[in-house]
């Protein structure tokens, strides 16, 4: 099963790697880990998504990294009502002959392309997990040559900020 | 006032009332040692800093304070993991401080340069690297607080070359703010009702006492409870001394080398109520077949404890300083008799148990038994000493054998196992106690990892009874190739040219020896009433095993309980 935490840290050197270090050490799997500064300068904000095997072994984890001094606040978004994006560039072969059918995949995607020349072009696009998946495997045709995801990201509607889960 | 920061240190550690330190100068924390001198403040060289940060580990051990450790940059810093890993294992409250290169020199693979910070992460509960004079006084007061709050354990501090030499107008901190960090004491008195409640139906209760009991300096509290309900009781290795050892509900220690009784109660029971424990492997075995029939209750500090092991049915999240008064209270107020809370039946069979299957020994009578040199120490010293140990057969031993009486009488490596703990930890717990016995039993192989502190030992005048439990060979790695491996006795014979007697006296420590049995009695005696050090090498049979054993991976009730020598 796969739950998103949203993991409020003092923005301190170091502090991603502790957070990654315990969960890995702990031999909990993550799915992905994405780091930014928030509202408040001291601190960032990290969100990951984890799988694991069931609720008891999810209350490890978060019990584990509320031990880190430096956690401020774990919550657990896996069933609030939140949305979720995850930005991703990808690299695809591009010639005169099948540039216009890309530019088609593009728009239908909502996609955006942000830099073209003549062999390739970068399409960037930002949605959840499951759109910039099918993109990517529509995009496989064409011939991808890189891709760089950002890792999800979250937030929950309406009023309640994470800090006051 | 204008102070170095060198001094800063020493000023802080005076504020946080530490009265001794343990550690090893080198280049990087010279400035620091120079502070030291200047205000002469309390010090001890040991020969290695591993030696440093165990007898700071023993030191915290026998009072309940912070101990505290200094060390070099790089290898004097690497020299310390071994001690940390030991106090995280066995949540210790440590302050380790090492010297770090200059600030200019860090990242750059400079002379005895090691991140420090990032080889401790995972065996610290927080670490430091300050480049900044301005952190310095900051860091001292959250290391020394984080330390010693919730559930204790080792923070390192890693203070670079500069910032000793640089000054400052020192003010020390009154207060900490640790957005992230809560110390949590009371928890949710409703829980306890529940525990009350489960307590009082059940028909085969157990009481299992581990490490957070000693830590936490509950142990009245936990004989209360025991007093008033006469439940069994089971210890870890960590919770020993918490109950009296010969006190009739105690069925002494559970698990791997776990008495018949403990055992065999763990397995019937249909209430096991763990106080300060973390189920440690080798107290559970396969955890899917410990305490089959039984309703688990798990009191701990620490949230993180509770249900990775072994699944909770009810959990009280608290200090023990906080649940196990309130727990009293609430027993009291129900005026039950004993026998209502522990049925006469059960009691009956447990002690049943007991009588039935004591601890066995595989020797043929007339030879020099361990278990007999343990007994011996215990009766001479009235099982008022302070004992330590290292790690092998004759720490289960000690564990099955002395009758301790107190709490923090027993000073052990229980999670990580550490061999070489036990004599500086003895010599950081003799430090702080000086009208106390304090007794190390060791063996052949675990004294000779850090022996080099005899001569801390002999330097500082300390009463230190060293018993060497020399069979000869590795002793549990030894048992376990008899008993697992087909006799395949690789490498773990330590039969060579080493005389521990000399090797006591080469570093100012006495040696006496004993060769047969009726030698024992008078060596041990002597050696308990002799002035300063002693070392006393008591040569023994290599075959004999420690027992019961529950091989690894088997039941509890599935014990070997008799020798199986070929």
Redesign the interface.
Same mark, same amino acid.
Request: proline share 4%.
């Given at each position: 099963m796969k739950y998103i935490l949203a993991v409020l &840290?003092?923005n301190r050197p170091?502090v991603l790697?502790?957070i990654s270090?315990?969960i890995s050490?702990r031999a909990f799997n993550i799915e992905s880990i994405a780091a930014g500064p928030t509202e408040e300068v001291d601190t960032t904000r990290i969100t990951i998504g984890v799988e694991v095997e069931d609720e008891?072994e999810l209350?490890?984890v978060v019990?584990?990294l509320?031990?880190? &001094?430096?956690?401020?606040?774990i919550a657990n978004i896996t069933y609030v009502d939140s949305i979720q994006r995850e930005l991703a560039l990808i690299k695809v072969r591009a010639n005169k002959a099948n540039r216009s059918d890309l530019v088609d995949v593009v728009e239908i995607f909502r996609a955006k392309i942000v830099d073209v020349n003549r062999e390739t072009l970068v399409v960037e696009l930002s949605g959840e997990e499951s759109k910039i998946d099918a993109l990517c495997e529509v995009l496989t045709d064409f011939g991808i040559l890189e891709i760089v995801r950002t890792g999800r990201i979250a937030i929950s509607r309406g009023p309640v900020p994470a800090k006051d889960m | 006032m204008k102070m170095l920061g060198a001094e800063v240190v020493i000023e802080c550690l005076k504020a946080e009332e530490v009265d001794i330190v343990f550690g090893y100068p080198g280049g990087a924390v010279l400035t620091l040692y120079d502070a030291l001198f200047k205000t002469d403040f309390p010090h001890i060289l040991t020969r290695h800093e591993q030696g440093a940060v165990h007898a700071a580990d023993g030191y915290a051990r026998a009072t309940g304070k912070t101990g505290v450790c200094f060390a070099t940059s790089g290898p004097g810093g690497t020299n310390l993991v071994t001690g940390i890993a030991t106090a995280y294992m066995d949540s210790i409250p440590l302050v380790a401080i090492t010297g770090q290169v200059g600030v200019s020199l860090i990242g750059k693979d400079s002379f005895q340069e090691a991140d420090i910070?990032?080889i401790t992460?995972?065996i610290t509960?927080?670490n430091y690297l300050v480049k900044k004079i301005q952190d310095l006084p900051g860091v001292m007061k959250e290391a020394f607080y984080?330390a010693r709050t919730g559930r204790p354990g080792p923070v390192l501090i890693d203070i670079s070359k500069d910032v000793f030499n640089d000054t400052l107008d020192f003010v020390y901190p009154e207060t900490v703010c640790?957005?992230?960090?809560r110390s949590l004491f009371a928890g949710d008195s409703n829980q306890i009702d529940l525990v009350i409640e489960s307590l009082e139906k059940a028909e085969k209760p157990v009481i299992f006492v581990g490490g957070g009991v000693n830590i936490s300096g509950t142990s009245e509290e936990m004989r209360k409870v025991i007093n008033l309900t006469g439940i069994p009781v089971i210890a870890s290795l960590m919770g020993l001394g918490c109950i009296p050892s010969d006190a009739p509900e105690h069925l002494g220690m559970v698990g791997m080398h776990g008495t018949y009784a403990a055992n065999m109660a763990t397995m019937d029971c249909d209430l096991l109520m763990g106080i300060g424990v973390r189920f440690d492997d080798r107290v559970t075995s396969l955890v899917q077949n410990f305490a089959p029939k039984a309703t688990i209750i798990h009191f701990d500090i620490?949230?993180?404890e509770?249900?990775?092991n072994v699944?909770a049915d009810l959990k009280v999240i608290g200090d023990l300083r906080w649940s196990l008064p309130l727990l009293c209270e609430k027993i009291a107020e129900r005026s039950l008799t004993k026998k209502q809370w522990a049925k006469a039946e059960w009691v009956d069979l447990v002690q049943e148990w007991k009588r039935e299957k004591p601890l066995a020994s595989s020797l043929p009578a007339g030879g020099i038994r361990p278990q007999t040199v343990i007994e011996k120490v215990s009766e001479l010293t009235q099982g008022e000493a302070i004992i330590v140990t290292d790690v092998g057969q004759h720490q289960m031993w000690t564990a099955q054998s002395y009758n301790f009486n107190t709490q923090r009488s027993f000073l052990t490596s229980g999670g990580l196992g550490t061999m070489g703990y036990g004599l500086p930890a003895a010599i950081g717990a003799q430090i702080t106690l000086p009208e106390k016995d304090v007794v190390l039993f060791t063996g052949d192989g675990s004294i000779m990892m850090n022996c080099q502190e005899l001569a801390t030992l002999a330097d500082n005048g300390l009463p230190v009874k060293i018993i060497v439990m020399n069979n000869q060979v590795l002793g549990m790695v030894n048992q376990w190739q008899r008993m697992f491996y087909g006799k395949r006795y690789s490498h773990s014979s330590t039969k060579g040219c080493t005389d521990f007697v000399k090797l006591a006296e080469a570093m100012g420590v006495a040696g006496l020896r004993v060769t047969k049995s009726e030698e024992l009695n008078i060596v041990l005696e002597k050696a308990l009433k002799m002035e300063g050090p002693v070392l006393v090498d008591v040569l023994l049979p290599e075959t004999e095993d420690v027992l019961p054993m529950v091989a690894p991976g088997g039941r509890l009730d599935q014990m070997v309980l008799r020798g199986i020598i070929g």
């Amino acid at each position: 099963m796969k739950y998103i935490l949203a993991v409020l &840290v003092e923005n301190r050197p170091g502090v991603l790697t502790h957070i990654s270090g315990l969960i890995s050490r702990r031999a909990f799997n993550i799915e992905s880990i994405a780091a930014g500064p928030t509202e408040e300068v001291d601190t960032t904000r990290i969100t990951i998504g984890v799988e694991v095997e069931d609720e008891f072994e999810l209350e490890q984890v978060v019990n584990q990294l509320s031990k880190l &001094v430096n956690v401020i606040k774990i919550a657990n978004i896996t069933y609030v009502d939140s949305i979720q994006r995850e930005l991703a560039l990808i690299k695809v072969r591009a010639n005169k002959a099948n540039r216009s059918d890309l530019v088609d995949v593009v728009e239908i995607f909502r996609a955006k392309i942000v830099d073209v020349n003549r062999e390739t072009l970068v399409v960037e696009l930002s949605g959840e997990e499951s759109k910039i998946d099918a993109l990517c495997e529509v995009l496989t045709d064409f011939g991808i040559l890189e891709i760089v995801r950002t890792g999800r990201i979250a937030i929950s509607r309406g009023p309640v900020p994470a800090k006051d889960m | 006032m204008k102070m170095l920061g060198a001094e800063v240190v020493i000023e802080c550690l005076k504020a946080e009332e530490v009265d001794i330190v343990f550690g090893y100068p080198g280049g990087a924390v010279l400035t620091l040692y120079d502070a030291l001198f200047k205000t002469d403040f309390p010090h001890i060289l040991t020969r290695h800093e591993q030696g440093a940060v165990h007898a700071a580990d023993g030191y915290a051990r026998a009072t309940g304070k912070t101990g505290v450790c200094f060390a070099t940059s790089g290898p004097g810093g690497t020299n310390l993991v071994t001690g940390i890993a030991t106090a995280y294992m066995d949540s210790i409250p440590l302050v380790a401080i090492t010297g770090q290169v200059g600030v200019s020199l860090i990242g750059k693979d400079s002379f005895q340069e090691a991140d420090i910070c990032g080889i401790t992460t995972p065996i610290t509960k927080h670490n430091y690297l300050v480049k900044k004079i301005q952190d310095l006084p900051g860091v001292m007061k959250e290391a020394f607080y984080i330390a010693r709050t919730g559930r204790p354990g080792p923070v390192l501090i890693d203070i670079s070359k500069d910032v000793f030499n640089d000054t400052l107008d020192f003010v020390y901190p009154e207060t900490v703010c640790l957005r992230g960090y809560r110390s949590l004491f009371a928890g949710d008195s409703n829980q306890i009702d529940l525990v009350i409640e489960s307590l009082e139906k059940a028909e085969k209760p157990v009481i299992f006492v581990g490490g957070g009991v000693n830590i936490s300096g509950t142990s009245e509290e936990m004989r209360k409870v025991i007093n008033l309900t006469g439940i069994p009781v089971i210890a870890s290795l960590m919770g020993l001394g918490c109950i009296p050892s010969d006190a009739p509900e105690h069925l002494g220690m559970v698990g791997m080398h776990g008495t018949y009784a403990a055992n065999m109660a763990t397995m019937d029971c249909d209430l096991l109520m763990g106080i300060g424990v973390r189920f440690d492997d080798r107290v559970t075995s396969l955890v899917q077949n410990f305490a089959p029939k039984a309703t688990i209750i798990h009191f701990d500090i620490d949230p993180a404890e509770v249900n990775k092991n072994v699944r909770a049915d009810l959990k009280v999240i608290g200090d023990l300083r906080w649940s196990l008064p309130l727990l009293c209270e609430k027993i009291a107020e129900r005026s039950l008799t004993k026998k209502q809370w522990a049925k006469a039946e059960w009691v009956d069979l447990v002690q049943e148990w007991k009588r039935e299957k004591p601890l066995a020994s595989s020797l043929p009578a007339g030879g020099i038994r361990p278990q007999t040199v343990i007994e011996k120490v215990s009766e001479l010293t009235q099982g008022e000493a302070i004992i330590v140990t290292d790690v092998g057969q004759h720490q289960m031993w000690t564990a099955q054998s002395y009758n301790f009486n107190t709490q923090r009488s027993f000073l052990t490596s229980g999670g990580l196992g550490t061999m070489g703990y036990g004599l500086p930890a003895a010599i950081g717990a003799q430090i702080t106690l000086p009208e106390k016995d304090v007794v190390l039993f060791t063996g052949d192989g675990s004294i000779m990892m850090n022996c080099q502190e005899l001569a801390t030992l002999a330097d500082n005048g300390l009463p230190v009874k060293i018993i060497v439990m020399n069979n000869q060979v590795l002793g549990m790695v030894n048992q376990w190739q008899r008993m697992f491996y087909g006799k395949r006795y690789s490498h773990s014979s330590t039969k060579g040219c080493t005389d521990f007697v000399k090797l006591a006296e080469a570093m100012g420590v006495a040696g006496l020896r004993v060769t047969k049995s009726e030698e024992l009695n008078i060596v041990l005696e002597k050696a308990l009433k002799m002035e300063g050090p002693v070392l006393v090498d008591v040569l023994l049979p290599e075959t004999e095993d420690v027992l019961p054993m529950v091989a690894p991976g088997g039941r509890l009730d599935q014990m070997v309980l008799r020798g199986i020598i070929g």
